[in-house]
């Protein structure tokens, strides 16, 4: 029973996934460290795929099958593309993005349709062959396509998908229709970006990334290294996960992942001067707004940190039944960028509740009123939103919230 396996990833996917990003700093460490750290390198390497191995990832599986696939092809027969010049480079990266563009756009959900109208009806429960969470996986899929065609350009906001999920109706899976599990990521990190931020995010994020491996690529083939090999395999590898999973979420892979995309730039740069190519430097006038947007980032990431600090304080409170103090931790929580907790629940909805166990009704009412504001599909909030209008006597209301619960589940 893989799936029972926990630990501070929390899930064994995406323990595989962090072992996957490790063992590309391992791999480095072989072909570049001396004595003794280069054998305890390739220790480190064999006991991250035999853990790979014995986890059973298959998206994993997939994504080392793609870093040696490619490693293999750019280790052996780089010098085939030696003729290839810095102009082809850009247009290879140009039309790579516009390739990905209309698979994400037009080929991916016809192969998603496809596959729901076509898919199996039993699986191999608990196998690695068991395709019965990628049925889960493609129904969610489906799902993200809905909210992605009602905001194409600009998407509905960084971390919003959790809040638009339930918006088209839920997906007819067990654990969500009689189990009241939520979803709180797409299992697809290229889809996650493509609903939150559009079209336009989604460009830009391609762009960063095909840029580097096009410039990586490019001075792989003018002054072969390992360590670009490593490189631009690696990442392809962490990208095939992407497609499959949700590592964008995780603190521990994008530190990961950051280093070695801050490598690549650092090696880029350090190349393509001693070459003379000319690269876009930023000027140095933009530098005082990237300093604002960090004091932001900063001042917002705090208020966040302080609400998931009393949020957990909360949920004890609550546990214990203390109504008075589950109120005055909520208030402590809130703030205007934090009003949601990490299950997508409201924190104005902890707070309705308590003040409804302390029979302040009228009160309740405006808390389960600003948890609907937060989420407005989120079928906790609705449920006890028409509770709330039913206990203020407020019967038409109370139906019209209890009618859009059956909504979602259509």
Known sequence: FLYKLSGISGHKNLYSSFIFLCSIFSIFGFFYLKKYWKYISLLAVVFQIIMIVILQTRAVWIAYTVFLFSGMILFFFHKIFKSISYKQII????ISILLINVFFLYAFPQVINFYNAHK????QIENVTDLGTISERVLVWGKTYNIFSGHPWLGVGPNNWQIYFPSTSLPQIYPVQDLNVTFQRPHNDFLWILSEYGIV???????FIISILAFLFYNLINHFNVLYVVLVSGLLGYLCISFFDFPKERIEHNLLYAILLSVSIYLIK??????????FDIPR??????????????????LNFKGEYFTKKMYVERLKKDNLKVITLCDAALSFCYSVDPTSIPICWYK?????NLGNFSIALTDFKRSFKAHPFNHYVLNDLGSSYFMNHQIDSAKFYYKEIGRAHV
């Open 201 to 207: 995010g989604f460009n830009l994020y391609l762009i």
């Open 352 to 356: 309705g509740n308590a003040n409804a």
């Open 91 to 94: 247009i290879l990266a140009s």
């Open 285 to 302: 006038m933009f530098l005082y707004p990237i300093i604002l947007v960090f004091i932001w980032i900063c001042y917002t990431s705090f």
């Open 270 to 279: 350090k190349e393509t001067q001693a070459t003379g190519i000319k690269i």
């Open 120 to 123: 199996p009806k039993s699986y």
